[in-house]
């Protein structure tokens, strides 16, 4: 698709990025377009930008408004990059040739693409995400060399270059905390905030600058709805019904606030384990 100054208008990230908002595209089109038919909105804000898609979206539909894209991934390395991994996917299809799609890889043409790709490796950047959509079992990523070796092979191989020119075009590229981010724009009136966090306690390893987030950080990010938002969550996060709650008890006081804690841990498996926890007010 293309908008009226012939320029691709991408309706999915052009590589593979957990979490992107593919599936919000349309909707966030015409929220963004009550927001700017609504306010003298000049600025938006991607805080949590991930693949970009949002920023794009909106620099697509309005040109003239100044978008900052919170490149927190460094997803444009990845797009940088697109040439080199594309040379990657260009020798490896040889490699596959005659292999059913979908098939388990052979340990001897795992070997084989494993070589090439440590070639790249060995003289710089691979992009390992966009390799691992192509090679992993569905919605399986890595992120580095040694986690690609000891993952099973798969031929879901694209058969056809990766592209994106043009996707980026526009936007202001910047790398910060979210709150710093907010913080430097939070006086504004005419910003609007595009909240789209990670998902509570999800399996966000492919994220390179993540480990876990927890309720706390994710109440944190509460503190940026003040200004003009448009936020995204899950249901399971439950954290509309949390705020609504609160909303509903406004004199609730922490009760944990002077309790005893006392905690076990249980062993879920070898690398995974918990913590219980047990607290009580003796009324110290
Ligand atoms: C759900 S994804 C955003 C997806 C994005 N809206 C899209 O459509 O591709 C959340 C993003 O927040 C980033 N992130 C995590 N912690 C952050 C922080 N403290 N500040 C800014 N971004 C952060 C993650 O690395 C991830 O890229």
């Known amino acids: 698709m293309t908008d009226k100054n012939h320029s691709e208008v991408y309706l999915l990230s052009p590589l593979p990025f957990q979490g992107q908002k593919r599936a919000f595209v349309k909707q966030f089109r015409e929220a963004l377009t009550e927001y700017v038919s609504a306010k003298p ?7 949590f930008g991930g693949s970009g898609l949002l920023s794009h979206t909106a620099k697509r539909m309005y040109p003239g408004l100044n978008v900052i894209y919170n490149d927190y991934d ?3 390395v990845r797009i940088e990059n697109i040439p080199r991994t594309n040379e990657i996917f260009a020798r490896i299809r040889p490699i596959l040739k005659g292999t059913p799609d979908k098939t388990r890889l052979s340990d001897k043409l795992k070997g084989e693409i494993l070589k090439v ?4 490796d060995e003289a710089g950047f691979v ?3 966009t390799l691992s959509a192509s090679l992993l079992f569905s919605s399986h990523y ?5 986690e690609l070796e000891k993952e099973s092979f798969y031929n879901r191989v694209r058969q056809t270059p990766v592209c994106a020119d043009g996707y980026l075009d526009g936007l202001v590229i910047v790398k910060h905390d979210y709150f710093k981010l907010f913080s430097l724009y939070k006086h504004d009136p005419g910003v609007l905030f595009l909240v789209d966090p990670p998902y509570l306690s999800t399996d966000i390893k ?5 480990e876990y987030w927890r309720i706390r950080d994710y109440m944190n990010v509460l503190l940026v709805l003040k200004s003009n938002y448009i936020f995204f969550t899950s249901e399971k996060s439950q954290l509309v019904d949390l705020c609504e709650w609160l909303a509903d008890n406004p ?3 922490n009760p944990f606030r002077n309790a005893v804690l006392k905690t076990t841990r249980n062993r879920v498996n ?3 384990s918990y913590q219980d926890m047990m607290l009580y007010n003796i009324g110290k």
């Open 41 to 47: 909105i000049h600025t938006v804000v991607d805080l």
């Open 74 to 76: 460094d997803f444009h």
């Open 117 to 120: 790709i440590r070639e790249y």
């Open 127 to 129: 992009d390992y995400i």
């Open 142 to 146: 890595v992120t580095n060399w040694t």
């Open 206 to 210: 492919s994220y390179r600058s993540v």
């Open 251 to 253: 004199d609730f006081k």
């Open 270 to 272: 070898y690398s995974a």
